[in-house]
T-cell receptor, first 112, second 115 residues
């Protein structure tokens, strides 16, 4: 069955520190993987995506993610977190024209 | 930059009433979706729509729900007889430029409150 697991419900980091948000997936076919960010009261903004090719993908706002097929993971990273990065982060897996499966999200708090 | 729009941003309705949530997907996208997010929970798939018909639907999408693309631009979700548990944020999404990337672009959502 298709599913996405985000093991960390809530993460707190200091501004300027590095960040890694974990995502593991289970998908029957070649996965297309995505990270979305949701600020309070807002919609979902696409941060980055992986379809094929280079397993390290770059996204907006300085985020990157690495696809590791052997670990069924697609972890999101950022070298230096800014206060404006505080938000909810969702990992998703899907395919063209098909539904996306979302993880339960990781809430990020950034402290000064 | 093209974006998905949704109206209204907030809808309050009484239990048993019908509501229609409206979405304008990105033009020339081929696939359209509705998702919902109950407060504090994850985003859940409701239905996908392609070539003027439902291509996939979840268990949540029962007979009280329906979708329609009444013209070349709008995509609507109708809930016939709302229940308290239908209170949620409803997101519309679109994807699939022909031969293009597959990511889904989400609208800002409609917050539905059923009283």
């Amino acid at each position: 069955a298709q599913s996405v697991t985000q093991p960390d419900i809530h993460i707190t980091v200091s501004e300027g520190a590095s960040l890694e948000l974990r995502c593991n997936y289970s998908y029957g076919a070649t996965p297309y993987l995505f990270w979305y960010v949701q600020s309070p009261g807002q919609g979902l903004q696409l941060l980055l995506k992986y379809f094929s090719g280079d397993t390290l993908v770059q996204g907006i706002k300085g985020f990157e993610a690495e696809f590791k097929r052997s670990q069924s993971s697609f972890n999101l990273r950022k070298p230096s977190v800014h206060w404006s990065d505080a938000a909810e982060y969702f990992c998703a897996v899907g395919a063209r024209g098909n539904q996306f499966y979302f993880g339960t999200g990781t809430s990020l708090t950034v402290i000064p | 930059e093209p974006e998905v729009t949704q109206t209204p941003s907030h809808q309050v309705t009484q239990m048993g009433q019908e509501v229609i949530l409206r979405c304008v997907p990105i033009s020339n996208h081929l696939y359209f979706y509705w998702y919902r997010q109950i407060l504090g929970q994850k985003v859940e798939f409701l239905v996908s729509f392609y070539n003027n018909e439902i291509s996939e639907k979840s268990e949540i999408f029962d007979d009280q729900f329906s979708v329609e693309r009444p013209d070349g631009s709008n995509f609507t979700l109708k809930i016939r007889s709302t229940k308290l548990e239908d209170s949620a944020m409803y997101f519309c999404a679109s994807s699939g430029l022909a031969g293009g990337p597959y990511e889904q672009y989400f609208g800002p959502g409609t917050r539905l409150t059923v009283t």
